[in-house]
Antibody, heavy 121, light 106 residues
């Protein structure tokens, strides 16, 4: 059974770069069947899609975050990562990684437990 | 950019049918899925490709999508179904979430 686990600092200072990693177990990020996604949820608010990456390295990002986001993949470690630059308090959220299937559709069938990131000095 | 809209809240009595809508321009031309999220937990996929249920999701969950509206229907709603529900659409290779609907079972 595929499992995803987010990891990274829980506290980031304003203007710095948030960096998170998602480790996949029980499956391979090299599978051409899936896309690997990041989603976040500010406290008390709804879900916001950040972006996704395919095993080939192709990516797509939320237009509202595109200028600050980079998602990368490391097939040797079976991980994919998120970097969000120039963070502010508005980037405080629970960050989730998820596996997605895509075609003329897109849905995320396996999610990590999420990791809380607070932006504060 | 594409947007989908959900009602902030829906209430239902136990055993009754709950319907949660998701509206967007020509949404019926796109595939929609639904996630359930309980407090402190990760979202769980309950409907994908408009009408399909993942394994392990009870049959009381069903979905439809036509025109400008997708609907998640929960038949014979149980107390355990109380949660936030999010619709999600796929448009121009981008993922779009609705704002979420809090389902209260009372």
């Amino acid at each position: 059974q595929v499992q995803l686990q987010e990891s990274g600092p829980g506290l980031v200072k304003p203007s710095e770069t948030l960096s998170l990693t998602c480790t996949v177990s029980g499956g391979s990020v090299s599978s051409g069947s899936y896309y690997w996604s990041w989603i976040r949820q500010p406290p008390g608010k709804g879900l916001e899609w950040i972006g996704y990456i395919y095993y080939s390295g192709s990516t797509n990002y939320n237009p509202s975050l595109r200028s600050r986001v980079t998602i990368s993949i490391d097939t040797s470690k079976n991980q994919f990562s998120l970097k969000l630059s120039s963070v502010t308090a508005a980037d405080t959220a629970v960050y989730y990684c998820a596996r997605a299937l895509a075609g003329p559709y897109y849905y995320m069938d396996v999610w990590g437990k999420g990791t809380t990131v607070t932006v504060s000095s | 950019s594409y947007e989908v809209t959900q009602p902030p809240s829906v209430s239902v009595s136990p055993g009754q049918t709950a319907s949660i809508t998701c509206s967007g321009d020509k949404l019926g031309d796109k595939y929609t899925c639904w996630y359930q999220q309980k407090p402190g937990q990760s979202p769980v996929l309950v409907i994908y490709q408009d009408t399909k249920r993942p394994s392990g999701i009870p049959e009381r969950f069903s979905g439809s999508n036509s025109g400008n509206t997708a609907t998640l229907t929960i038949s014979g709603t149980q107390a355990m179904d109380e949660a936030d529900y999010y619709c999600q659409a796929w448009d121009s290779s981008t993922v779009v979430f609705g704002g979420g609907t809090k389902l209260t079972v009372l």
